[in-house]
């Protein structure tokens, strides 16, 4: 999505070779048009995918993955709470995921009510690193007797491998803009679909 | 907002006489089409305020700010993060608040570059209880220069007391469904504008 690359050159910020700070437009000031623009990039990117649900953690996928629900004609949005992991959770489907960036665990937690046999779920979320927050998710939608039918990110950085980890498992998995190195502060991008 | 009241009866759950579960259409599963109502009616309700942001916190009140600055014509959310206590806050503004469902205390952060002096800040939540979030939002608004123009809830619990202690400080206080008492599982609302 070109208008995505060309926000983040012009609003993001990099540190080092491998963090892009979003933080002015998506998960901390929103840049809600925006948003809406991305959904609609998503909605035609899974289209014949048929998502019933979608399927983010929160906090930083939550907006948008509303305006893709929008975008799809209001389906579902379910997120799952970041939980401490000895944290209660009767009636939940539960799975670790790993932060990198902040060397923590986190127990992403859904409650089994709303993820439904037979939901044909697409995941969201705004970043795309190690794959740690995907995978989780899969796991937990496969608990529930679901489908997981695509995963997308807003942004992809490839060469923390974790859309490779994804599509391993059979996942199709696509981004908005995919970041295929970062030197010397400079970003470089895939060609996007 | 009747359509609210009867959704609040319809699919919340009442625990007790305190808490009112709506974790099937805003707070865990979220109905984005409902959201996009209450943004209408955020919008309707403090249209003569002229917000040129909206503020709320991390996660539970994003989808709400953003159906709400759709309808607003598209102005900024900024959502503070949920940071402990002890977190590097560097070039943030932050302030306390307490919990009382869960018994803890957690410092809200907001980077300093996401509110500028003179911006007329909504502040927007899915619940009012005991006020401490919202208390603490005016306080960094206060801390940046900014003006609070008015504090939205989705759904208040007048007998939490919250909305009176903001009131007390000169904040216009508005919200979609007000309850008034839970007794014997029964929620009795105050009357909506």
């Known amino acids: ?84 992991p000895n944290t209660m959770t009767e009636d939940a489907y539960t799975a670790e995921a790993r932060s990198f960036t902040k060397g923590t665990v986190s127990l992403l937690r859904i409650s089994k009510k709303h993820i439904d046999k037979g939901d044909r779920v697409l995941i969201l979320d705004d970043f795309l690193a190690h794959g740690e927050a995907g995978l989780a998710l899969c796991d937990i939608v496969k608990q529930a007797g679901a489908e997981v039918v695509g995963l997308g990110a807003a942004i992809e950085k490839t060469y923390q491998g974790g859309a490779a980890k994804l599509r391993k498992k059979g996942i199709t998995v696509k981004s908005l803009a995919a970041i295929a190195k970062i030197e010397d502060g400079q970003i470089t991008f895939i060609k996007s679909e």
């Not at 048009?33 to 289209?47: K, N, S």
């Not at 929160?58 to 939980?83: D, L, M, N, Q, T």
């Open 1 to 84: 999505m070109k208008a995505l690359e060309e926000k983040i050159l012009k609003d993001g910020e990099v540190i080092g070779t491998e963090i892009v700070k979003v933080d002015g437009f998506i998960n901390h000031k929103i840049d809600v048009r925006f948003m809406d623009e991305m959904g609609d990039e998503f909605a035609r990117l899974f289209r014949d995918a048929k998502p019933s649900k979608i399927l983010t953690v929160e906090a930083s996928g939550i907006a948008i993955a509303c305006s893709a629900a929008r975008s799809f004609g209001y389906i579902p949005v379910v997120f799952a709470k970041k939980a401490a």
